[in-house]
């Protein structure tokens, strides 16, 4: 399949892309940054100088792990962009987290160079990147799906066809929908707990086998007892995701009143320049609103 081009080296691109090189994969990276890529060549990997040159250079796949909507249309769209350099039957995976239109619309685009596009958003975070156990999400044609799955396994505990192009990505967004309300609910339901006299922490191991138990209380409880909020995934890229959860919700005509409510806390918590936290400083945006403090024992 000759070399994998891999494009955005932050945070998960970087554990991503040297897993598929211990994988006995070779790479062709590219990034705007340069210290991301020098990374990955001192793990083996060539240097390309645009995503252009990645596209000409790279075999069958092409991974893109960027931010957001805007910087996946310019590394595809824009100058030197895979468009310049991409040619017939490559497939581009798209692992960031966008908005499922405009994962759409650039399948559109590639297709009219007989490019096919996968979109395969990712859950798990940094400590899931680096293990290989992401939870993979994707959408496009099977067939398609069939040429990239072994390579998504290398990166993920779970690789799964949702539907079309953009079907990872709302899949994303639904996980993302359940994640916030969660927190949220958890920082809520302890501050009622503490406000009530009762210990938060008491709380926790009676109810965290029950039916209210799940990984997110697992998580973000504890955290918020310990008032330990580094990330983990932070406010500011779950606030981007609620954009795009409100957006495409607007644009299907599906309500969406809890997810708006628990965007606002976080643009409210981003407003206190707490925007590089975990999302679970939903504790903290409940501690001020009730005044507690849920690590007083
Ligand atoms: P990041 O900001 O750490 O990394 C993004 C990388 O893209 C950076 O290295 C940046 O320099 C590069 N980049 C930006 N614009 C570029 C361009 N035009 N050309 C080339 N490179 C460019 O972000 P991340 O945490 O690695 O997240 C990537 C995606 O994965 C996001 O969509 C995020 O929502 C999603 N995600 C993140 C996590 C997490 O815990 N961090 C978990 C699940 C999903």
Known sequence: MGKIGFIGLGIMGVPMAKNLIAAGYSLVVFDIVNEAVEKLEAAGAERGSSPADVASKAGDIIITMLPNSPQVTEVVLGANGLMDGCRSGQVVVDMSSIAPLISRGLGEALAGRGVEMIDA????????????????????????????????????????????LGA????????????????????????????????????????????????????????????RYDPGFRVALHIKDYWNVLETSRSVGSAAPLSAQVAEMMIALAGEGRDTLDHGALGLYYEKLNGVNLKEI
């Open 121 to 164: 958003p990712v859950s798990g975070g940094q400590e899931k990147a680096e293990k290989g156990t992401l939870a993979i999400m994707a959408g496009g044609k099977p067939e398609t799906f069939e040429r990239v799955k072994d390579v998504l396994a290398k990166m993920g505990a779970s690789v799964s066809l949702v539907g079309e």
């Open 168 to 227: 990872g990505q709302i899949t994303k967004l639904v996980n993302q929908m359940i994640v916030g309300v969660n927190i949220a609910v958890i920082a809520e339901g302890m501050s009622l707990a503490k406000k009530s006299g009762v210990d938060p922490r008491k709380v926790y191991e009676a109810i965290r086998k029950g039916l209210a138990g799940s990984q997110c209380l697992e998580d973000k409880a504890p955290r918020m007892f310990e008032g």
